[in-house]
């Protein structure tokens, strides 16, 4: 079993930057390096929508394409932490943003392939 527990959400203006980070805690298999890392967002009436993943190995990293060249996802397995680096930030980047681990196959950018959930950050971008 694997705890995630997210921080580093907020109130900014648009056009500032944001940094969340994701704590993994819990026993694994074989550690934190083992899971492909993920984060997703969720805006009031709409449904989960990926952001951003990071392979758990090589560090691979890929992006959705409404946050390509403006987010950065990161992670130090020593400290068993994924960040994700948030910039030029818009209105339109408002939800809570989850963070999401899995070992099985392959990275992924769907939902459902992602059995380990955080509570979620809030965060709002104001115009």
């Known amino acids: 079993q694997v705890q995630l527990v997210e921080s580093g959400g907020g109130l900014v203006q648009a056009g500032g930057s944001l940094r969340l980070s994701c704590a993994g805690s819990?026993?694994?298999?074989?550690?934190?390096?083992?899971?492909?890392m993920a984060w997703f967002r969720q805006a009031p009436g709409k449904e989960r929508e990926f952001v951003a993943a990071?392979?758990?190995?090589?560090?691979?990293?890929y992006y959705g394409d409404s946050v390509k060249g403006r987010f950065t996802i990161s992670r130090d397995n020593a400290e068993n932490t994924v960040h994700l680096q948030m910039n030029s930030l818009k209105p339109e980047d408002t939800a809570v943003y989850y963070c999401?681990?899995?070992?099985?196959?392959?990275?992924?950018?769907?939902?459902?392939?992602?059995?380990?959930w955080g509570q979620g950050t809030q965060v709002t971008v104001s115009s």
């Open positions: 990071i392979r758990r190995v090589g560090g691979d990293t």
């Open positions: 999401a681990a899995d070992f099985r196959g392959g990275v992924s950018i769907r939902v459902v392939e992602y059995a380990y």
């Open positions: 819990g026993r694994t298999a074989s550690g934190f390096s083992t899971y492909h």
